[in-house]
């Protein structure tokens, strides 16, 4: 008899638990699912404008002028950014702790279990941490590297095109570090109270004798997320949509009515998003739990001694 994979076996137990816990609809249970989509990544994303460059002439009259005058504000608001961004990434990675544990005990709450994983939460932001410095100076002196080689022209151009496939490579051996930190690790880490890194260590031990079927596990999971992303985008922006309408209408209603400005219009754009981003999130729950289900399912196999959900 061929080998189970856990990859697939384990894939009707997660969608059952996971049909279990979400149906019928308890929506403080929906509503606090959505908050964890919201710091562990529930697929939301937002438009990115950095491809489009700024240049003086796109800028009102003065403004390159004043520039000196309100550099320390902008240099304020870039701290502020940064701060806002490492407690949001420190919140998420206590929440990845704090998702397993309601999906343990079956108790759905964030309170109980934020502070006592806390401390656990930061050694894996610093985890994190160090992994993402490790490949931004990786690509950087790459980079550097490439472009002292063929020059600053073409040659370096070249050299660095003719890179980039090892460059994703490179940077999917890192996504998929973070995803098996995620699915195995923190886990682990709760079952054996130990740290990131011992939790690693306990996770080489179990990938060592089960190298075919946690390779099975990644492709899957990364095949099976893939078409989650593109499932998940389809409902957001149909949902977006649906409930942009009325927005639209009120904002014809007012051009005609009274003549609204611009700054009126974009006014409504706040209603829209305090309605719009929760009904994303809702949308993602699913799909995060489902995912945490499995993640868990398939350590089970891997490693029978670790099992953490209920029977």
Known sequence: MAEDMYAFSRLDGAFQRTKSLLWPIR???????????????????????????FEEGDLPPGVVESLPDIAPLIVAFILIVLVIALIWWIIGTVMQF???????????????????????????????????LILILAMMALILMLVGIGGSGVGGAAFILVFIPFILVAALLFGIIFLLTN???????????????????????????????????????????????????????????????????????????????????????IPY??????????????FVTFFRYYGLLVLEGLAPGCRLLPE
Request: proline share 4%.
């Open 273 to 286: 998003l305090v309605i719009a981003v929760p009904v994303a999130l809702l949308i993602a729950v699913p």
């Open 27 to 53: 929506w403080d249970v929906w509503l606090r699912l959505a908050l964890i989509a919201l710091f562990v990544g529930g697929g939301v994303s937002f438009p990115n404008t950095s491809g489009y460059t």
């Open 98 to 132: 704090v998702f397993v544990d309601m999906l343990r005990t079956g108790d759905i709450h964030i309170r109980p279990f934020f502070g006592e994983r806390l401390g656990k939460g930061v050694r894996l932001f610093l985890f994190q941490v160090g992994l993402t």
């Open 183 to 269: 699915d195995f690790v923190v886990p682990i880490m709760i079952h054996e109270d130990c740290g990131v890194i011992e939790g690693w260590r306990r996770l080489f031990g179990t990938i060592s004798n089960n190298v075919m079927q946690t390779l099975v596990y990644i492709v899957t999971r990364l095949v099976l997320g893939l078409i989650a992303a593109i499932v998940q985008a389809v409902l957001v922006i149909l949902a977006m949509v649906i409930i942009a309408i009325p927005f639209i209408l009120v904002g014809i209603v007012l051009l005609a009515a009274i003549q609204a400005n611009i700054v009126l219009l974009l006014a409504l754009l």
